[in-house]
């Protein structure tokens, strides 16, 4: 299987004390099951050249792996750069991690060279870029897929169970609150934070978990957002956005449920994880909340003080026969993204199922239109959107 990543910041290599980052440290530790022969990670700047290497082989060090990958400084024109990284050899499926903006030029680009792609969350800002990859995708035969990793966080399997099971009753409304640390937009996506916002970069988790939790479909928003600490610090984005999402039971048209998102990226760098995050779904018969920071375990050392560690996301973990491996709902949904392409390639026919079971473009789709609305709203000083795509 030969694979290709595009981008080599955080979420692929971990930057600016932000943890180990995801995919790269997936992909080692998947490479100890299922044989990765090429692995190409291509992104803008030279110097993550090196960055990259001394990362693969602190990683394969650590979990006992022996993955290699080459490093390619991509140019300016996204159609020729992709095609001429592919022309090296070709790669039967990429994933996609870089900012929000970009996943559209590059997904397309991939998908005409007839490669699979898992792009990162948000799948894209606009409905109508969402809408072309999904057509591009159907008509090439691919399987594309955004790695909405909370789908596969045990706790929110338990919540799909109870909601499922009719144990709430009939659903009312949600509340999700969601925040990380003022250095995400100030250093770490400083030269992309304007381009995005907390909502769209973030939040959007919690969208399509609603959607994965409910079944339930998006049919108005509004939001309306603060500023402050980012735009003092020559950051032109919002410090926090609220959101007020209405949905539809398809069973039931008359079930409409209320959705209520508060979310910034402005908490203090004292803050005791990067992530601070906790929902909660009311319905007519119960209520079930959600902390999904306070996993229960806290570790407090001298140098950095109390920190509220989730080990369930994407961590080094002891390994009896390894001594370490690279696990979490993140690395699962990576992994996941992997055997799918392994099916699809002994089985084309698979493509199809994946479509309704799976985070797929399609289903993407449904948070894509929450965000196009969600923005809408913002320019327009918290007006009502109504959501028109079809799902
Ligand atoms: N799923 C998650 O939990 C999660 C976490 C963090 C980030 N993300 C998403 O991942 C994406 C990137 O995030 P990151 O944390 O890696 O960001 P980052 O800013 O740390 O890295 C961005 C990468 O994109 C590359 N890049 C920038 N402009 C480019 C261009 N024009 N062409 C090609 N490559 C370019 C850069 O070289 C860099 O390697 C964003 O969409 C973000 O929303 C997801």
Redesign the pocket.
Known sequence: MNVLI???????TG?NNTGPG?VLASLCEISKKIPLERVTI????PA?QQLVQDRISEINRKIGSDLRADYVT?GED?DIEISKVNSRGPHHCAIV????H??YA?TRALLRNKIHCLL???FTPTVEEAVDLIKIQEEEGLHGAV?L?KRFDESNLYAKRIIEEGVLGQLLYSTVEYSQRITIPLT??R??AEK?NIFQ??TV?YVDLIYYLTGFKPVRAMAIGTYGMLKQNGVNTFDSVHATVLWQNPMRPENIMVSQFASNWIDPETTTALSDQKYKVVGTRGRLELDQKHRGVELVTEGRGPEAVNPYFSEFLFHPDTGLSFNGY?YQSIQRFILDIIDIRTDPSRLEYLKDHRPSFRQALVSTAVIEAVNQSLIRQGEWRVIHAKF
């Open positions: 595009i981008g080599a910041g955080m979420y692929v930057r995801t291509a992104a803008k700047n993550n991509l996204v991690a870089i900012p929000d970009l996943h590059y990162v969350k948000p790695e990793h770490v996506f030269s992309w995005s970069y973030l988790h993140a």
